[in-house]
């Protein structure tokens, strides 16, 4: 079948993100992402720096590379002494590349958030 994104949203693979200009600190970017039924998205693939993000070019060339956009904390760069640390990650370019980077969870920034692509079974066709 195809997967579908809403309206507004950018599709990558199985994925939909959608890019929130409005400033808000991480928690109320959660709670945006929440209503919106997704997720802070998350960028964890692997790579030999845990701090470079590969971003999907459709999502790359929307970004303003002067601001900073919270994304989900990465679960593979955290420790558990970490969980209650008042710094929350985000994404921030520097020279040509986006990398994983943090800021006080209080801050405001942008946000990108991510949700799986709808699935229509095979021999459905919206028009």
């Not at 693939?45 to 900073?68: M, Q, W």
Request: neutral net charge.
């Amino acid at each position: 079948g195809s997967h579908m994104c809403p309206s507004g949203w950018i599709p990558y693979q199985e994925r939909c993100f959608y890019i929130s200009h409005t400033l808000r600190s991480l928690e109320e970017s959660q709670k945006y992402c929440t209503s919106l039924s997704s997720k802070l998205a998350a960028f964890d693939e692997p790579s030999k720096y845990y701090y470079e993000v590969s971003l999907p070019s459709g999502l790359e060339e929307l970004l303003d590379r002067s601001k900073s956009y919270w994304i989900q904390m990465s679960k593979k760069w955290r420790h558990d002494y970490d969980s209650q640390s008042r710094y929350c990650d985000k994404i921030k370019k520097y020279y040509q590349k986006w990398k994983r980077t943090f800021s006080e969870c209080a801050e405001l920034h942008p946000s990108i958030c991510e949700s799986e692509a709808f699935r229509f079974p095979d021999g459905i066709h919206l028009n």
